[in-house]
């Protein structure tokens, strides 16, 4: 996983730029219109009309930003961001994007092929610039590490507007209806409410569905398998992670560890006897078989009714992220915990 950084607070910069832009398109009109001879009265020299819908003002996570047009050059540093992007129709407005996490959705993988990729992982700061963006949009924490010459001022002070994935904004639980407010926030940015809100019609219907199908069914307890040998890292109770277990019909067995990820000791895996570990897959995190692997050849965890019946659910990190593929990811896990539900 990706740690979250603190978001700071300064002035954003898109109205600074766009007032610059059309200055600069005044006073080279003014230049055109004196070469020619003109003399036009100023005053029928007016803006042109703002876009519908705008200007539109949105605090995120603690930057305050102005739109008064759709960002039309847009860099998405990881992928549960582009994928939104892509779920909204705004491919002919990307530019760029960055570390790929897994497979992508099928709906979305040639559009999502075409787009220039920047970087394996979080591009530099000048690898971002050479592409000449007005906003770029982040999905964890690292896509704006201050340590990395990529901090939101940083953008700001280059005249780009920055927007950060609301999972990593911290301070409270997330949910499936900060899944449906990121969808209907970028929507509303990029001048498209409607499609956001048939697109979060759609999502809530697929989870509806799922919803239907595990209603009734006695909870699983379930461990989250992300990472770790001398200790494990999992999903704990802040995490969007927890309520796609329980939607799905299961329980997190560390919904009580107060973080969104956190460690814990193999001795509390075996006391909480999970019967279905899920396997969080992502690049860099080791093959899934690898994972299995290890949790099965761990004599201290023979006991653990999942380990003795050997029952996985793989997901996609990126699934389980604020994004457009929660109601998917329930969807999957459903089927693993409950399969006698959906035959």
Same mark, same amino acid.
């Given at each position: 996983?990706?740690?979250?950084?603190?978001?700071?607070?300064?002035?954003?910069?898109?109205?600074?730029?766009? +007032?610059?832009?059309?200055?600069?398109?005044?006073?080279?009109?003014?230049?055109?219109?004196?070469?020619?001879? @003109?003399?036009?009265?100023?005053?029928?020299?007016? =803006?042109?009309?703002?876009?519908?819908?705008? *200007?539109?003002?949105?605090?995120?996570?603690?930057?305050?930003?102005?739109?008064?047009? *759709?960002?039309?050059?847009?860099?998405?540093?990881?992928?549960? *961001?582009? =994928?939104?992007?892509?779920?909204?129709?705004?491919?002919?407005?990307?530019?760029?994007?960055?570390?790929?996490?897994?497979?992508?959705?099928?709906?979305?993988?040639?559009?999502?092929?075409?787009?220039?990729?920047?970087?394996?992982?979080?591009?530099?700061? =000048?690898? !971002?610039?050479?592409?000449?963006?007005?906003?770029?949009?982040?999905?964890?924490?690292?896509? %704006? @590490?201050?340590?990395?010459?990529?901090?939101?001022? +940083?953008?700001?002070?280059?005249?780009?507007?920055?927007?950060?994935?609301?999972?990593?904004?911290?301070?409270?639980?997330?949910?499936?209806?900060?899944?449906?407010?990121?969808?209907?926030?970028?929507?509303?940015? %990029?001048?498209?409410?409607?499609? &956001?809100?048939?697109? #979060?019609?759609?999502?809530?219907?697929?989870?509806?569905?799922?919803?239907? +199908?595990?209603?009734? &069914?006695?909870?699983?307890?379930?461990?989250?398998?992300?990472?770790?040998?001398?200790?494990?890292?999992?999903?704990?109770?802040?995490?969007?992670?927890?309520?796609?277990?329980?939607? &799905?019909?299961?329980?997190? !067995?560390?919904?009580?560890?107060?973080?969104?990820?956190?460690?814990?000791?193999?001795?509390?895996?075996?006391?909480?006897?999970?019967?279905?570990?899920?396997?969080?897959?992502?690049?860099? @995190?080791?093959?899934?078989?690898?994972?299995?692997?290890?949790?099965?050849?761990?004599?201290?965890?023979?006991? $653990?009714?999942?380990?003795?019946?050997?029952?996985?659910?793989?997901?996609?990190?990126?699934?389980?992220? $604020?994004? #457009?593929? *929660?109601?998917?990811?329930? =969807?999957?896990?459903?089927?693993?915990?409950?399969?006698?539900? %959906?035959?």
């Amino acid at each position: 996983m990706y740690d979250g950084i603190p978001c700071p607070l300064y002035p954003p910069p898109g109205t600074r730029r766009r +007032a610059l832009r059309r200055s600069l398109a005044l006073a080279l009109a003014a230049v055109l219109v004196t070469g020619c001879g @003109a003399g036009s009265d100023p005053g029928d020299r007016a =803006e042109a009309a703002p876009a519908k819908g705008f *200007p539109v003002t949105v605090d995120n996570c603690g930057v305050r930003t102005t739109y008064e047009e *759709p960002p039309s050059r847009v860099v998405t540093i990881h992928q549960h *961001p582009a =994928e939104l992007m892509l779920a909204l129709g705004l491919r002919d407005a990307m530019v760029g994007t960055a570390f790929p996490d897994s497979a992508v959705l099928p709906e979305h993988r040639r559009d999502f092929a075409s787009v220039p990729q920047l970087a394996e992982r979080e591009p530099s700061f =000048e690898k !971002v610039l050479e592409v000449e963006p007005d906003f770029v949009y982040g999905g964890y924490g690292s896509a %704006f @590490a201050e340590n990395e010459g990529r901090s939101r001022r +940083a953008f700001a002070d280059a005249g780009i507007d920055t927007y950060l994935n609301r999972e990593y904004c911290g301070g409270k639980e997330v949910t499936m209806a900060d899944v449906y407010e990121e969808i209907r926030t970028i929507g509303t940015v %990029f001048g498209v409410p409607g499609r &956001a809100e048939k697109l #979060v019609a759609g999502l809530k219907e697929r989870l509806a569905r799922t919803a239907e +199908a595990v209603r009734g &069914a006695p909870a699983v307890p379930v461990f989250v398998y992300d990472s770790g040998d001398k200790s494990a890292f999992t999903a704990g109770g802040r995490g969007l992670g927890t309520e796609i277990i329980r939607l &799905a019909g299961g329980r997190n !067995v560390f919904d009580d560890l107060d973080e969104v990820f956190g460690d814990v000791s193999w001795e509390q895996v075996v006391e909480r006897r999970p019967e279905v570990i899920v396997i969080y897959h992502y690049r860099g @995190a080791g093959s899934v078989e690898r994972k299995k692997r290890f949790l099965l050849s761990q004599p201290a965890l023979a006991d $653990v009714p999942a380990i003795r019946n050997k029952r996985f659910v793989v997901l996609p990190l990126t699934a389980t992220l $604020v994004g #457009v593929r *929660p109601p998917h990811a329930v =969807e999957d896990l459903a089927r693993g915990l409950h399969p006698e539900r %959906f035959r």
